[in-house]
């Protein structure tokens, strides 16, 4: 039978939720790396018990641990991210030119064909790449330097590469996201990079149409149609039907267009997920009653998920690493919390129970299905 | 033999107890026995001081013999009792955080 393993990295420490196929009981492992954040664990496509996550500290700085049987034991590996020639400046949250500065990896996304292969999204933004298993990190400087990198600035999280989308029909291609800078492809392999944020519309920047300084909080894409992109910007849930080249607004119905995830049914490349969040000041559900919404549709016309989330009081936010699918016949939907509780849904979010209540705050959580 | 006591995250991370021995070669200063610390346990590499500069990191502080040495050229020569091991260096991270 299927197993299903769920990766969850809160501020202090990492877990593993481990069940079997029916996805009604599970067993919690850790924590591990007890007392650090833990930006992001994931793991690789090619080898699912290859694992890499992105330890921190205030104190230490950046740890990478790699785990090669599936998150049991773990060996930390090369932490060492130094930026390609003279870093240069992006704009600080005062407008005045800021150093390039390293401070942590939000996200690894491993390769699909290769278990050595990672890609790193780094705080101050850029994409670093290993091709040994995490021992040397390499810059792919071509994205900080295809030129508006100065303009660049960062969100209340910091300037963060959060989001790299390898595209399974084409290794040259990767998107990825940057708060607040937006988002970029290359069709190269990561040599050359472009915008692609034509049709977004942030009233917050000088010029709301600009090609670049928006806030994209997170972008989901199909594998099965890698060219359809959903994105969650900071307010307004948008979608791409031609790789990014042109964007626009999907938020229909929702409640409040604010968020930070964004995903995709592991079946059904129309069906999206959101969780709408009250901005901009309080970040927490509206009228404390913490909602899921699903689109079958490809976004615009939206229904609320509220069956086994709590419908009252909550307080809690869903960060935007924090929701992932797995891939069983019945689609799984799984988010971590704020306040520490990870919810699973068996049944494409019709019904959902919490599989862990009491973590710390959850930053991140990946799902991996195994045979 | 400079003796030195790691912080409770870096005993951690190098797999150590309270305090590990080293031995320096040449005059004993902070950077050359963060060198040989590093050599002997490379993955506290980046954690101490900054890869490139070698800058301390801000929350992690130098003490030996009731001694603040946070401060110092990083090639100052060790305390006389650090450098015969009869007192240790104390690595430690600052009292913060939630």
Known sequence: MSQVRVLVGTRKGAFVLESDGKREKWDIGGPHFAGWEMYHVKGSPADPNRLYASQSSGWHGQVVQRSNDGGKTWEPVGNKFVYDGVPGTHQWYDGTAHPWEFKRVWHFEPSLTDPDTVFA??????????????????????????????????GAGGMCLHTVLLDPSDPARIYIAISAAGAFRTDDGGQTWKPINRGLHSQYIPDPTAEVGHCVHRIAMHRSRPKVLFMQKHWDVMRSDDAGDSWHEVSGNLPTDFGFVIDVHAHEPETIYVVPIKSDSEHFPLEGKLRVYRSRTGGNEWEPLTRGLPQSDC????????????????????????????????????????????????????????? | ????????????????????????????????????????????????????????????????????????????????????GAEPLLIVGAIAGG
């Open chain 1, 121 to 154: 999204g780094i705080e101050d933004a850029a994409l670093f790449r290993t091709t040994d298993g995490g021992q040397t990190w390499q810059e792919l400087a071509g994205l900080r330097g295809h030129g508006s990198g100065p303009k660049w600035q960062p």
């Open chain 1, 315 to 371: 307080y809690v936010n869903v960060l935007r690493e924090a929701m992932a699918v797995d891939s069983l016949d019945q689609c799984g939907v799984y988010f971590g919390t704020t306040g520490g509780q990870v919810y699973a849904s068996a049944d494409a979010g019709d019904t959902w129970a919490p599989i862990a209540e009491h973590l710390p705050g959850v930053l991140s959580v990946e799902v991996q299905t195994l045979p």
């Open chain 2, 1 to 84: 033999m400079i003796r030195v006591e790691l912080p409770a995250h870096l005993r951690t991370l190098a797999r150590v107890g309270r305090e590990v021995q080293l031995e320096v070669e040449g005059r004993a200063t902070l950077c050359s026995v963060l060198d040989a610390l590093e050599a002997r346990y490379p993955t506290l590499q980046g954690t101490i001081r900054d890869h490139v500069t070698q800058q301390r990191r801000p929350y992690v502080r130098f003490f030996a013999c009731e001694e603040d040495l946070s401060h110092e050229s990083p090639d100052k020569p060790l305390p006389e009792a650090v450098a015969s």
